[in-house]
């Protein structure tokens, strides 16, 4: 029985203190990011609001007001699907042409979960880029499922991973026929887009589910001027992380089956409801709606435009640059169109990054060791982006002498991973923690990522060995397997 007098007691001591004294670390942050505003060029999309639904823009001035779940107030609920919720679902797979998409709370992450339950059991054959979000690998350790990896293409002179070929595909298939699915990511974090159509016709040939991981292009289904989205060139499911470059809020995503999705609508929704919330916020939905209707509005419209129009800008003012390289499709890539992966010769990216930052308050999407990737997003303006141009050259006018000391780190090594074991049979044995170069030998239970360019240097399940140990300079420690 619980002891009230104690409790009591306790209360008692509870020493009460005025507001401004009370520790709140990250309003303080936040309050402190109101007041020193940077110039965006990363996600969210809506970029500070520029590029959100005036509507939903007023409602939001009432946040504490409308900070609800879906059981209240007749907004619908979520699972099952019921009133403006469904409704706003409908109007979203409308509009991606899909036949049936779903919202999504926690990311674009809960997708891929979902992804995994629904189209993978214990054991069954997946093919997967190895460039693929750590969520992929969730869903593994979800279902059992047992990963076959193609390395994607290596690009050397700009430090990326690119495209997976339809070709490499077939060949996986053909080595694995019992293969259930293949699971790629395209476009790539630097926005390296891959040929769905061909690698899509290869699957139906051999009856095999196609998922595509395609986060990074969620305004694609909205403009004819954007690449075309996997849900019409083949694709089974597509996720799509509204929140990155759509202009919805933080951790909103969708998922969609394309209209002759092999998948069944039910088990996803079933799978769906077992992964989310039951409390999910009413915000971030509506944020999804939002977004979905400023898109297809005339001012959305014209800013997807613009969005591409200033990438364009940038990269043809970089270019006459010698000592600024830019990558394009003139460099024999299909890329997506609103993003720019820029290096500067002799200086880090991530150096690269901090002087952005510091000296011009302009942030970034993302840094590597070699280049820095800019988002071009439906909020930005062309005086933004000459802001940006112009800093650029200015710091590539002076000397920088970096790459010598980077050469190491350029690249995630294109090893073949030796897998001893499912991700799913790893995560249940149980582990230690070892000094890094005490783990050669070991398996791991770590999933290591460096993010970007975001190939797995080892997964759960891998076995550790010497060639890793350059690629894991920046572990102290490393999650191994106990041995038994
Ligand atoms: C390719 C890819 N897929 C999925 C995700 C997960 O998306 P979210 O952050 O919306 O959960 C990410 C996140 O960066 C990603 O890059």
């Known amino acids: 029985m619980e002891d009230f007098s104690q409790k009591i007691i306790n209360e008692e001591k509870v020493v009460v203190r005025k507001e401004q004294d009370i520790e709140a670390p990250l309003v303080n942050a936040l309050e402190n990011s109101l007041q020193n505003p940077s110039l965006q060029f990363h996600i969210p999309g809506h970029t500070k609001g520029a590029g959100l639904l005036e509507r939903f823009k007023n409602v939001l001035k009432n946040a504490p007001l409308i900070d609800n779940t879906d059981e209240f107030n007749n907004f619908g609920t979520l699972h099952p699907a019921t009133g403006p919720v469904k409704r706003a679902q409908e109007l979203m797979a409308e509009a991606l042409g899909a036949r049936e998409s779903y919202f999504l709370l926690n990311g674009s992450s809960i997708g891929n979960f979902a992804i995994a339950m629904s189209c993978l059991k214990p054991d069954d054959k997946v093919i997967i880029g190895r460039n693929c979000h750590r969520s992929v690998i969730t869903g593994l350790i979800m279902t059992g499922a047992k990963p076959i990896w193609l390395n994607p293409q290596k690009h050397e002179e700009w430090s990326i991973w690119g495209e997976i070929s339809y070709h490499q595909i077939e060949n996986a298939i053909k080595q694995n026929p019992e293969t259930k699915m293949v699971w790629i990511t395209s476009p790539t974090y630097e926005g390296v887009i891959s040929d769905i159509k061909r690698i899509s016709d290869v699957c139906k040939k051999y009856d095999v589910l196609l998922a595509v991981d395609e986060a990074h292009g969620a305004l694609w289904n909205f403009s004819d001027k954007m690449p075309t989205s996997a849900l019409h060139l083949g694709a089974d499911v597509v996720v799509h992380s509204m929140h990155k470059t759509g202009g919805s809020f933080s951790q909103s995503s969708i998922l969609s089956l394309s209209q002759n999705s092999k998948i069944r609508s039910d088990v996803m929704e079933n799978n769906l409801r077992l992964l989310h919330t039951t409390s999910p916020s009413v915000m971030l939905l509506a944020s999804l709606d939002a977004a979905r209707a400023y898109l297809q509005s005339e001012e959305g419209q014209k800013n997807i435009e613009k969005s591409i129009k200033i990438a364009d800008y ?109 991700p799913k049979e790893a995560f249940y044995r149980g582990f230690e923690v070892v000094e890094t170069s005490k783990a050669v030998g070991r398996i791991s239970l770590d999933l290591i990522a460096e993010c970007p360019p975001g190939i797995f240097v080892l997964a759960p399940g891998e076995l550790v060995t010497e060639e890793h140990l350059p690629y894991l300079k920046n572990y102290k420690t490393i999650k191994v397997l106990k041995e038994s």
């Open 314 to 422: 940038i990269k043809s003012e970089l270019r006459q640059y010698p000592k600024v390289l830019v990558l394009t499709e003139e460099d024999g890539f299909r890329l997506e169109p609103s993003r720019v992966y820029i290096m500067i010769k002799n200086l880090f990216g991530r150096r690269l990054e901090n002087i952005l930052r510091t000296d011009y308050k302009i942030e970034i999407e993302a840094s590597t060791d070699n280049g820095i990737l800019v988002l071009t997003n439906i909020g930005n303006k062309i005086e933004e982006a000459k802001i940006l141009v112009d800093a650029i050259k200015e710091i590539a006018a002076r000397d920088f002498s970096d790459i010598p000391y980077g050469e190491d780190y350029k690249f995630m090594p294109l090893l073949n991973p030796i897998i001893k074991m499912s």
